[in-house]
C-alpha cells in the first residue's frame, strides 16, 4: 500500500496552455457548516499544500456567501500562501439572501455586468489579485453566449481571472460559448460518481475526451450518500466497493475515487470533506488502478442492471 505519510498528490494541465491543477481538488463549499475560526482554517489550508492538494474550489454563493470570505480572512493572514494554491470560484447563481438583498427570485445571470461584479466581489472576498480559474455556474437559459464572451475577456485582459471554464454544462452548452472565444474554456465540473452516471452517458465525458479537457468532478463521494444512505443503489454500491476495497487492501473511499480516476478523460476529483485524514485517504486512490472487471461490478451495482 501507498504510504500516505511521504505522499504528494500529482499535477494535470486542465486543458492545452491549460493550468496545472492537482490531481484530487479540495472543495470548501462546506466549510460554514465546519465551525473554524481564522487559524484552523489556514491550518486547513496548510495540511492541504503539504499533500499536495493545491487547487481550491470555491463559489461566490457557498455559506450562502460567506465561504470565500472565511477563507479570505485565512488567506489574507498567511499572503505567502497564495501563490500555491490555484483558486476556482464560480458565478451565475443569485440566491434569495439576506446577504443579497437586492435578489428577488432565485435564478441565474449570465450578464456582462453580474459576471464582472461577481468576479470582483470573489476577489475581494479571497482577498486575492486574481483567480486562476472562473467557472459558469450553471447553464442559464437566458446566456447570451457574446456577452459571457466578453464578460471573460474583459476579466482576462485586466488579469484578474487566468482561465475560464464551466459547471454543469451540456456539450452543446459548452460548444456554443466556446464558439465565441478564442482561447479554450479550460474545464466543464460537473456532478459525477459511483452513485452519479450521467456524465458518463449523456456525452459530457466523451467532449471532454474530445476537446481533450479535464472534467472537475463535483460531490465526488456523492456527498456522503455512499457512505450513510439506505437507498438500494448505494446499499448495493457500497458492498460491491468494500469487496474490491477488501482485496486491493485500500478503503471505499478509495476505490470510489478511483473509479473516477480510471476514466479515460482525465478526471479530477473533488472530495469536500472537512477532516484531512479523510482527504489523506482519498488521495491514496491515486496509488490504485482499477481493472476493467471491477470498474464494471461497480457499474453494474450503481445502475442495477448489467450493461446492455
Ligand atoms: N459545481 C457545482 O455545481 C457543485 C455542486 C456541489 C459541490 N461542488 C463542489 O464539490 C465539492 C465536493 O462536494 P461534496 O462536499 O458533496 O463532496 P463529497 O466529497 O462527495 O462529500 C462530502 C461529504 O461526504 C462526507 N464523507 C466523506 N467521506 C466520508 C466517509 N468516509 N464516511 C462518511 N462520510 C464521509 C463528508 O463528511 P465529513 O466532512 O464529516 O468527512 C461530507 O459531508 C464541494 O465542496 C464544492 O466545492 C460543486
Known sequence: MIDLEVFIVERISLCQGGPEFSRIVYGWWRLAEWNMDTAAIQQQIEQCLEL????????????????????????????????????????GIKLISKNRPDHKIKSYDTTYNHIVSSAEQS??????????????????????????????????????????????FAPWQFDLLQSFLDFPLATNQVEASVLHLNPFQDGTLDQCQQDEIAPMAWSSLAGGRLFFSDD????????????IADRMHAAVDQVA?????????????????????????????LDLELDRDDWYAIWEASSGQEVP
Open 52 to 91: 499536495g492538494v493545491t487547487t481550491h474550489d470555491h463559489a461566490d454563493i457557498y455559506g450562502d456567501y460567506t465561504v470565500e470570505s472565511l477563507y479570505g480572512k485565512a488567506l489574507g493572514a498567511a499572503p505567502h500562501l497564495r501563490d500555491k494554491i490555484e483558486l476556482v470560484s464560480k458565478c
Open 123 to 168: 476577489l475581494k472576498d479571497l482577498q486575492t489579485d486574481y483567480l486562476d480559474l472562473l467557472l459558469i455556474h450553471r447553464p442559464d437559459p437566458l446566456m447570451n453566449a457574446e456577452e459571457v464572451a466578453r464578460a471573460f475577456i474583459s476579466l482576462r485582459e485586466r488579469e484578474k481571472v487566468k482561465y475560464f471554464g464551466v459547471s454543469n
Open 232 to 243: 438500494p443503489a448505494a446499499v448495493r454500491t457500497r458492498q460491491v466497493l468494500q469487496g
Open 257 to 285: 475515487i478511483a473509479w473516477l480516476l480510471r476514466h479515460p478523460s482525465n478526471i479530477l476529483p473533488i472530495v469536500g470533506s472537512r477532516s484531512i485524514d479523510r482527504l489523506r485517504g482519498a488521495c491514496g486512490a
